[in-house]
């Protein structure tokens, strides 16, 4: 039996990989609470292993949150890369270094607000400070497996679904349960997203192949389809549309909202651009090599 370290093995994703691997592996976790076999928090220590694992899965980091200052924003690097750097130290006390590094990352590497199937070998663009440090901790990584003979595998994640969703898509299914959600225009913009529950099953094969792969459902939802099965599972009204000349008007004054208090509205422009943009990712990588193939995103919630 495969002996595997998870970090983050309480959050969201964490939580479902440890779930989907538990009856074929041995497991253990670290993370801050005493839920954890390893309490360490990693953005300021490195752990201190007793054992050595197969496979390490690293998937604690920051995300789901727009900082609003300099200390919020360095919370990012501190956790996600720095994090990682202390990881990878740690590794390197232990006993025997693991077989494979994977590292769970995101989409957000690539710094787009809009694009159509983008692929692995799209540039990375990130200005933001969350996907700034998934790119620092990547190319750490990378580095680090090269140096060791440690076969590192990175996974590049969109919104992923599942019951009870983080960040943005949990924001929407508030939202609209609410009753303070609406379209903008048509509502035809497209989204990638990737099922939680699918999201184990390739790691055996991807600590084997390695490699940087996206992981999609590969059929890339709209915003109007997505509402209309949590809309249908949730027994409440679908949202309405307005207009995209009435939407600019209201993402500007967010925008001068913000200017002025310094606080974040509910919508602006970027959220203006996010809605009426199809951003989506090409898995077809993760298809050919690792033979992923999900389950669709919208029938997850059926």
């Known amino acids: 039996m495969m002996k595997y370290l998870i970090t983050g093995a309480s959050g969201f994703l964490g939580k479902a ?3 989907n691997l538990s009856s074929e592996a041995s497991i253990h976790s670290l993370g801050r609470s005493h839920q954890n076999h390893i309490i360490c928090d990693l953005s300021t220590e490195s752990p201190k292993f007793e054992s050595s694992y197969d496979i390490v899965i690293h998937c604690a980091g ?3 949150s727009v900082p609003k200052n300099k200390n919020q924003a360095d919370e990012f690097f501190k956790v996600n890369y ?5 990881l990878l130290e740690g590794i390197e006390q232990s006993e025997s270094l693991p077989k494979s590094f994977i590292l769970i990352s995101s989409v957000a590497v690539y710094g787009r607000e809009m694009g159509l199937l983008l692929d692995e070998n799209t540039s990375l663009n990130a200005s933001d400070p969350y996907g700034q440090s998934k790119k620092m901790a990547e190319d750490a990584v990378q580095e680090w497996g090269k140096s060791h003979n440690v076969k590192i595998g990175i996974l590049r994640l969109p919104l992923i679904a599942g019951p009870n969703p983080p960040g943005n898509l949990g924001k929407m299914i508030k939202a609209l349960r609410g009753r303070y959600f609406f379209h ?3 509502g035809d913009a497209r ?3 990737v099922p ?3 999201i184990a099953g390739i790691l055996p094969k991807l600590s084997e192949t390695g490699g940087i792969f996206n992981l999609t459902d590969g059929y890339h939802p709209s915003f109007v389809e997505l509402t209309s099965v949590i809309s249908k599972k949730f027994n409440i009204t679908e949202p309405y549309h307005i207009p995209i000349s ?5 993402a ?3 925008d001068i909202l913000y200017i002025l208090l310094k606080k974040h509205a509910p919508f602006n422009s970027s959220a203006l651009i996010k809605m009426t943009n199809s951003l989506t990712f090409s898995d077809e990588k993760a298809r050919r090599i690792l033979t992923w193939s999900p389950q669709k995103v919208l029938d997850s919630f059926e």
Not at 246 to 250: D, G, K, P, T, Y
Request: glycine content about 10%; overall charge positive; hydrophobic content about 45%.
């Open 246 to 250: 009435v939407a600019e008007i209201l």
């Open 17 to 19: 990989i440890s779930k």
């Open 82 to 86: 720095q994090g990682t750097l202390n």
């Open 191 to 193: 989204r990638s997203m």
């Open 196 to 198: 939680s529950a699918d």
């Open 252 to 254: 500007k004054v967010g």
């Open 62 to 64: 920051k995300a789901h």
């Open 184 to 186: 903008i225009g048509a």
